[in-house]
Structures are given as C-alpha cells and as structure tokens.
C-alpha cells in the first residue's frame, strides 16, 4: 500500500507572516489524515520545521544545487536543506526547467545530491500544451523519465509529480481518462526499469490547478496517490479540504 502524499509548493510567496497558516493546517489534521509536506521558500526552512516539529506537517524545498558546498553564489545544497530539518526537496518543476533551463541531465543530477542527503525528492515532469496538441504527450514523458530519474530509485527515495506544464497556475485540467493514461503509463514504466516491488512503491503524484472542488474526483485514479498543489496550498483554508479528499480517497 502507498502512502497518499499531498504536497505544497509555496513557490516564490510567503514572509515570516505565512507561518501562521502552517499552524492553522496542522491544527486541522489527524492522525488518519494523508502524509502532507509544505514546500515554502528557502528563507522560510528554519523557521517552518521549527514550527512543524511534532505535527503531522512536513517540511521540503522548492530546489537544490547538485553540489554538496562550494563557489556557488546564490545556491543551497540538499546538506543545506537537510540541516534545516527539511525532508523533502522539489526537483525539475516546470518553473525551473522553463525559467533556469534545467535539463533532465541536470534534474538526475539534482536527485542523486537530494539522495546523498539522505532525503526525499519529488521530482517533475510533465508535457507542454504544444506537446499534449501534437500527441507527443507520452514519448516526453518517457524521455523526461529516462532522462531526469536516476539509477537507484526507490518508493522511500522518490516521488513522481506529474505536471501537465499547461495545467500549472491556469486553471485548466485534463480529463480523469487523460491523467490516468499519463499515470499508468508512468507506473508500467517505473516498473519496467525499477522491478514490480520498487516501481509499485513509488508514489505519483498529479499536479497542475488541483482545488478544492475538482480533488476528490482526480484522487479516484488508481496510480495517483496524491497532489503536488501550488496556488491552493497558500492557504490552511484552501489546502485542507484538498488533503481530506485524499485522505478519504
Ligand atoms: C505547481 O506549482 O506545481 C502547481 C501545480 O501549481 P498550481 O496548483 O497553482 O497549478
């Protein structure tokens, strides 16, 4: 049985005020609620796992540098992010290979050095519109999986999100057959290169404008075990709901 996982990306928005709604959804969980992780901004780290100590909230990053210290101005490493408390790290979000060109070389690089940290990585992929229009929407992300997830793979050291890049911050959704195709066809892969016990442990998550009213129904598909969720997760009052469907999925 895989644990469900929802999981948030706080992106680029939150000050030491956004603290208060980490509380605020800790104090809405249970104990038979999914596993939940919060993936703030790197300035927040410290502060939130500090916070989150004892709760049923866990803490991620958003990004690594693939190298464990060095001149490498502007950077945080995954030791970095693993000394904070973090359990967790985002790698290869769509806003990353699209805005800082980060390659699925770059990405496999960036989970090796999560793994060498001893933590979890959450790792993106996911077409473009123009990919989905030209029904290319398998064979990338087949590439994106060969190319981007490392040897050594396991349900305790990865997590898939599967992203359609046209479904992030647009409200746009695919239909339940389409983001089940995609996750089936990513489960029969992890398969095929991991072995049917690592391939069936490792969590998938489907991610691009989850919210409260559409969850439930994208939570029926057999291969997804939960949701990456951007915009929604800002708020306790947004996120929790979302987490409950899981929870009762
Ligand atoms: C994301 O940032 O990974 C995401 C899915 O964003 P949103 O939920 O806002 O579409």
């Not at 190298?67 to 992010?81: L, N, R, V």
């Not at 001893?118 to 519109?129: F, K, R, V, Y």
């Not at 989905?132 to 050291?157: C, F, H, Y």
Request: proline fraction near 4%; charged fraction near 20%; hydrophobic fraction near 45%.
């Amino acid at each position: 049985m895989r644990r469900k996982l929802a999981a948030g990306n706080w992106k680029m928005n939150g000050t030491a005020s956004a603290l208060s709604e980490l509380a605020e959804l800790a104090r809405q969980l249970g104990p038979d609620d999914a596993e939940t992780v919060i993936c703030p901004p790197f300035t927040l780290l410290f502060a939130a796992c500090e916070k989150m100590r004892g709760t049923a909230v866990a803490i991620g990053a958003q990004d690594c540098h693939a190298a464990p210290s060095g001149a490498y101005t502007g950077d945080i490493s995954a030791e970095m992010i693993a000394d904070t408390g973090a359990s967790y790290v985002i790698v290869g979000h769509s806003e990353r290979r699209d805005a800082h060109a980060e390659t699925d070389s770059d990405v496999a690089d960036k989970t090796r050095a999560v793994w060498r940290a001893e933590l979890t990585a959450i790792l993106c992929i996911g077409e473009s519109g123009a990919d989905r229009e030209a029904d290319r929407t398998l064979p990338i992300i087949q590439e994106q999986l060969t190319g981007s997830v490392p040897d050594g793979a396991t349900g305790t050291n990865l997590v898939i999100a599967y992203e359609p890049v046209w479904a992030i911050g647009t409200g746009k959704v695919p239909t339940l057959s389409q983001i089940v195709e995609a996750h089936d066809f990513i489960r029969a892969q992890l398969i095929s290169r991991f072995g049917k016990t690592e391939g069936d442990a490792i969590r998938l998550l489907y991610g691009g404008s989850v919210k409260p009213g559409n969850a439930a129904e994208i939570f029926t598909a057999e291969n997804v075990d939960g949701a990456l969720v951007g915009g929604a997760s800002l708020k306790a009052a947004d996120f929790a709901p979302i987490i409950k469907a899981l929870s009762q999925a």
